[in-house]
């Protein structure tokens, strides 16, 4: 029997693009194959959650894996925190089972509901990339079905080029169809914090540069609606992970936080709900409450996920959705990048409600990852007229200082500034096409950026 499908109009977190795509939901590994087997579309793509922003996990007019109820653990050593687990398991469900057993993700990004399928294939980074790295230091291997259908393992060491293309490589090698994972031990679900009010970008960055090593965390939320001499002000979040020993005798469960309130967006805000007056009033109001404060107690969802206490909320943005817009720039140049490009928002007439600055540790070998050494600014910018024009023309400032933009969110770059943006675009495309001599996988992403034929 054909594996069946179902047409979806699709869309990634940012709502934009919107696509119709012909969805399969395979139940087991085996089914997997057999979709990719049937013949039934011209060209495949694997989904996870779709928290991606924007077209990574779309294939217009195509198929479509959805992995998420591929989601079984296989093993786990409690020795070592080595997990083994098929790709759709999501980082929540590690932490809901894990975190009460003493171990934690050893990379997040800022939000649990993501697959480890999708953390390899964005080769997600954490706000400790500036001391461990990103999310393929802890990957010991996986097993990847490649579009020929074969079965391979690969790792740091076995099929090592295959390993370095499929981290980072938006799901354009195969389908990751488990995973070996290391988790890291913690004592407690909490985090001690200390928060700092930076006046302005030069201030936020010394210091980060001056302190940063002495946390195993940091980000700091900045106000992007700031000009002049408060240019990039913002808050200091920084942090390392409680012992058992540290905290007050109110905490009964040193490994159970209570959780936080959790709402839910049932409806669209009308789109320019978020405009520059509401967001002025909500950084000016955000700036004013996070004063200097160390040492603060706080629980790994506050810390982690404090956007995931409102399911739905990129629904704030309205139906015309929103692009997130998140370059790194490397660290010789970043300062002035940072400044470029925060100015020049600031003077667009936009307003980005969410703007996020963290520092970069070193690259991975992997071919199409995002991070290297240096700052990553990430904005929310709701779609409107004429943004794609804008946001060329932060392309273009952010290839002059020598950055790039983090696949995993876009939705609107060229194929050209990309191929400026990757040199190692050129080995990516000569091991993919080796990988996938038919051309079975492609996305509506890869299609625009020409990562494939
Ligand atoms: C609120 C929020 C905060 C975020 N914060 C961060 C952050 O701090 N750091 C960061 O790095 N990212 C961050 N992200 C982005 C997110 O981590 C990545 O986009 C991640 O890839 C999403 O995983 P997913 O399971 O939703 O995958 P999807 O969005 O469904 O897919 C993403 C990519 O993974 C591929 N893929 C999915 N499953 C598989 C599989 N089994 N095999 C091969 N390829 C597969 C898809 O083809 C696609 O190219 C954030 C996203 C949100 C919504």
Not at 108 to 134: E, F, L, Q, S
Not at 291 to 308: C, G, I
Not at 414 to 422: K, L, S
Request: hydrophobic residues 40%.
């Amino acid at each position: 029997m054909k594996p069946a499908f179902a047409t979806k109009a699709l869309s990634g977190w940012g709502r934009y693009p919107v696509e119709s795509c012909h969805v399969f939901r395979p139940e087991k590994r085996s089914e997997v194959a057999a979709t990719l087997a049937s013949g039934l579309q011209s060209s495949y793509i694997p989904r996870g959650l779709g928290r991606s922003y924007g077209d990574a996990a779309l294939n217009e007019n195509a198929g479509v894996i959805w992995q998420v109820r591929l989601n079984r653990f296989l093993s786990f050593d409690s020795a070592s925190g080595e997990l083994e687990c098929e790709s759709g398991v999501s980082l929540a469900e590690i932490i809901q089972y894990f975190l009460p057993r003493g171990w934690f993700l050893p990379v997040t990004p800022g939000t649990k509901y993501v697959t480890v399928g999708g953390a390899i294939a964005a080769d997600i980074h954490g706000k400790n990339h500036h001391r461990d790295g990103g999310f393929s230091n802890f990957v010991r291997d996986f097993r990847l079905l490649a579009p020929t259908g074969e079965v391979l393992l690969c790792s740091p060491t076995a099929r090592p080029e295959i390993f370095w293309a499929t981290m980072g490589g938006m799901g354009l090698t195969g389908i990751v169809l488990s995973a070996r994972l290391r988790l890291r031990r913690v004592d407690s679900a909490y985090v001690f914090v200390d928060y700092y009010r930076a006046p302005n970008l030069e201030d936020a960055l010394a210091t980060m540069e001056a302190s940063d090593e002495r946390y195993e965390y940091s980000v700091a939320w900045i106000d992007a609606l700031a000009t002049g001499k408060t240019l990039g002000r913002g808050v200091l979040m920084r942090g390392n992970h409680a012992a058992a020993a540290e905290l007050p005798a109110r905490v009964r469960h040193a490994l159970a936080a209570p959780p936080g309130p959790q709402w839910n967006l049932f409806v669209d805000l009308p789109s320019g709900t978020l405009n520059r007056l509401t967001v002025k009033a909500f950084n000016t109001t955000y700036y004013a409450v996070h004063r200097t404060a160390p040492h603060r107690l706080v629980s790994f969802e506050k810390f982690f996920y404090p956007l995931d206490a409102i399911n739905q909320w990129n629904r704030m943005y309205g139906k015309r959705g929103f692009v997130q817009y998140q370059i790194v720039l490397p660290q010789a140049s970043g300062r002035a990048g940072l400044r470029t490009i925060l100015d020049r928002l600031a003077r667009s007439g936009r307003a980005s409600f969410l703007a996020v600055l963290k520092r970069f540790g070193d690259a991975s070998n992997g071919l199409l990852s995002f991070p290297l050494r240096g700052y990553t600014l990430a904005l929310d910018i709701p779609v409107a007229r004429e943004l794609a024009p804008f946001l060329h023309e932060l392309d273009r400032m952010t290839l002059d200082h020598g950055g790039r933009i983090y696949l995993a969110k876009d939705a609107v770059l060229r194929a050209g500034d990309f191929a400026a943006m990757y040199p190692k675009l050129e080995s990516f495309r000569a091991l993919q096409r080796k990988l996938d001599p038919k051309g079975l996988f492609s996305s509506s992403l890869a299609r625009r950026l020409k990562i494939v034929d």
